[in-house]
């Protein structure tokens, strides 16, 4: 399966500031997914990024908010812009391998973001 | 839409056995089982597809039933390294790339 390396893995940050979280994988792969888990939670999808495309949202976000970069196969950004204390959550990227008889998503390490 | 969980927290003994439900109010294509232990990312354990199929590997295993839209995931004789919160995820396309997960279940195994 895929590996991929997410980072940074924790940041506090003030508001109205932003935030830029970047996820790398050891592999190509068309399609990488980004998802808020607040404390406790379910994840939730915020947006899917193509490479060459502009990313697609999910109901709820925006791109003014959570811009995506998607450069190459391997590599995205997502940026959480003008900070509040309801953005404190947690931030992963994921990609979906699909191989064998088995597959699935594989998520990055995660970012904690606290904003104060 | 969200699927349901249930239930949302067990408590059990190791070498007991756990079923962790997941029910969907839309029609699938398939249906994603992960763990996530406490402070990490989730873990995908296993995907069932449309078609209405079984699967396990150790002593984890599920079943998805389609025309119910529900899932089962089934754990007999838990390990202690079971413990952690398990996720649904359901997706109701083709491509299986975009799910929508549960809310969770929070199993804890007790030595």
């Known amino acids: 399966s895929a590996v991929i390396s997410q980072k940074p893995s924790r940041d506090i940050c003030q508001r109205g500031t932003s935030l830029t979280i970047q996820c790398q994988v050891d592999s190509q792969v068309t399609m990488m997914f980004w998802y808020r888990q607040q404390p406790g939670q379910s994840l939730t999808l915020i947006a899917t990024?193509?490479?060459?495309?502009?990313?697609?949202?999910e109901s709820g976000f925006v791109i003014d908010k959570f811009p995506i970069s998607r450069p190459n196969l391997t590599f995205s950004t997502l940026t959480v812009s003008n900070l509040s204390p309801e953005d404190s959550s947690i931030y992963l990227c994921?990609?979906?391998?699909?191989?064998?008889?088995?597959?699935?998503?594989?998520f990055g390490s995660g970012t904690r973001l606290t904003v104060v | 839409q969200q699927p349901v969980q249930s239930p949302q927290a067990v408590i059990l003994r190791e070498g007991e056995d756990a079923v962790i439900n997941c029910s969907s109010s839309?029609?699938?294509?398939?249906v994603h089982w992960y763990r996530q232990k406490h402070g990490e990312a989730p873990v995908f354990l296993m995907i069932l597809l449309k078609g209405g199929e079984q699967k396990g590997h150790d002593k984890i295993s599920a079943s998805f039933n389609e025309k119910k839209q529900q899932s089962s995931l089934y754990l007999t004789a838990s390990q202690l390294s079971y413990s952690g919160t398990y996720f649904c995820?359901?997706?109701?396309?083709?491509?299986?790339?975009?799910?929508?997960f549960g809310s969770g279940t929070q199993l804890t195994v007790l030595p």
């Open positions: 994921s990609v979906f391998a699909a191989g064998g008889s088995n597959y699935g998503y594989t």
């Open positions: 839309k029609a699938l294509y398939s």
């Open positions: 990024a193509n490479q060459g495309s502009e990313a697609t949202y």
């Open positions: 995820g359901t997706g109701v396309s083709g491509s299986a790339r975009q799910l929508t």
